[in-house]
């Protein structure tokens, strides 16, 4: 199949086009032609009046409901989730029913997603079951296709557990995620525990559960002298013990949420602003901005978390915390915080995922595989029944009207386009 891409923005630090405004034509996947002017009248041509392209987005962190809540989410809901929001690739969580814990399951993820548009890179668990307590079987699990390791959404509060897992990853150089957070002092909750916090009645969680937990990990990564990623970040303070660091091993991600909307959306008492790490004061959210900019905070994730209604439709304190974001991500930067560049956005979103997991980095050049996504920063869509890829519906953006939109994407043979 013939697709042409007509005057876009080339957004590609790596590659002679990069800030230049070209034509695109993809033949069978491949890159054929890139020009200013490029006429083919057989080609699907794809059009924007401030078209983008960039190499297709990595996401690292979203959960499947597939196994054990495919009521949630399937593998192939969640690749068209994935697709609509502009990605190509995937590094899922081990968060399912069964634990992604043996080399069954990675082989069931992999063999299931074979044929998919997106690229799928299953995180196997560190601990069994999830639970804390039993390593597994690390090296068997990586030589049978974990791209990484993490407990995922579950925290280790078992130094020993953590510290023997960085020295197991050091020995194939391959990276533990874990995301910061101290159970036994935050309140059993997801809600910051500030101003609003307190106006509400409401019991907080403070940030100095994330700090702690964030110091003991970086601690432990140095002793190891193993690859960690401190796992979506929320607090002013974890900006600013990752900016102290000179440890090449360690890197930092946020959720694109975190960086769009504060606390202060708890007012409406709508369940679907509670997540995991809690939306936090707006000093976080500048100094979390601002991370980002200086390349201190190196990812920015979708932290995609599908949950049925019946998880949701409670007091906000009983509601289970997550939103799905896949589908948001890119949309909510530009439309709630302008002070994130574009070329910043792809570098943390599809260049820096990449070289966390050490995975080859897309070239946008003649001859090369096309793995594309194309997207328009000043087009506008509403998130809704009708525009949503996902089984779930758990989204702070639900029937808002958001600037910028995906256009598509385009991976090897297999390419997707919005029809909205």
């Known amino acids: 199949m013939l697709i042409l891409i007509k005057n876009a923005n080339i957004i590609a630090p790596q590659s002679k086009y990069h800030n230049s405004k070209k034509d695109i034509l993809i033949e069978d996947g491949i890159i054929k032609k890139i020009a200013s002017k490029i006429s083919s009248p057989k080609a699907k041509s794809i059009n924007s009046k401030n078209l983008h392209v960039s190499i297709g987005w990595l996401d690292i962190g979203a959960v499947s409901g597939e196994p054990g809540y495919e009521h949630r989410e399937t593998l192939e809901s969640l690749s068209s989730t994935a697709a609509a929001g502009g990605y190509t690739g995937l590094a899922i969580f081990p968060n399912t029913d069964p634990i992604i814990d043996n080399k069954s399951s990675i082989r069931f993820v992999l063999n299931e997603t074979e044929d998919h ?55 194939d150089e391959s990276v533990i995620m874990h995301n910061p957070n101290d159970p036994s002092t935050s309140n059993g909750n997801n809600i910051h525990e500030g101003i609003i916090s307190t106006q509400l009645g409401l019991k907080g969680s403070p940030s100095l559960s994330e700090v702690l937990t964030l110091e003991r990990d970086i601690l432990l990564s140095k002793y190891a002298q ?74 920015i994730t979708s932290n995609h978390i599908p949950l049925e209604e019946e998880a949701k439709k409670k007091e906000i304190v009983y509601a289970e915390p997550g939103t799905i974001g896949l589908q948001t991500s890119f949309a909510g930067l530009i439309t709630h915080n302008n002070k994130i560049s574009l070329n910043r956005m792809v570098n943390c979103m599809a260049i820096n995922p990449r070289k966390l ?30 525009t ?5 519906r758990n989204s702070p953006f639900w029937n808002k009207t958001l600037s910028g939109k995906v256009i598509g ?7 997707y386009f919005n029809t909205y």
């Open 388 to 392: 949503n890829q996902s089984k779930s």
């Open 226 to 299: 193993s690859k960690l990623l401190v796992h979506n970040i929320s607090a002013k303070e974890s900006v600013e013990k990752i900016a102290s660091q000179i440890d090449k091993n360690i890197t930092a991600s946020v959720s694109y949420l975190n960086l769009c909307l504060t606390d202060d959306a708890l007012q409406s008492f709508d369940s679907n602003y509670k997540v995991s790490p809690p939306l936090r004061s707006e000093d976080d959210r500048q100094a979390l901005t601002k991370g980002v900019n200086n390349g201190k905070v190196q990812i």
């Open 117 to 171: 548009l997106v690229d799928y890179y299953p995180i196997a668990s560190i601990s069994k079951d999830c639970a804390g307590k039993e390593l597994t079987e690390m090296m068997d699990l990586k030589k049978h296709g974990a791209i990484a390791y993490s407990d995922g959404t579950a925290n280790i509060t078992s130094n020993g557990l953590l510290l023997r897992a960085l020295q197991y990853a050091k020995g």
């Open 409 to 415: 994407v385009v991976n090897g043979d297999n390419h």
């Open 357 to 386: 997991l050490s995975l080859d980095i897309p070239q946008i050049a003649e001859g090369e595989k096309a793995e594309l996504t194309i997207f328009d920063p000043q087009a506008s869509w509403t998130f809704n029944e009708d």
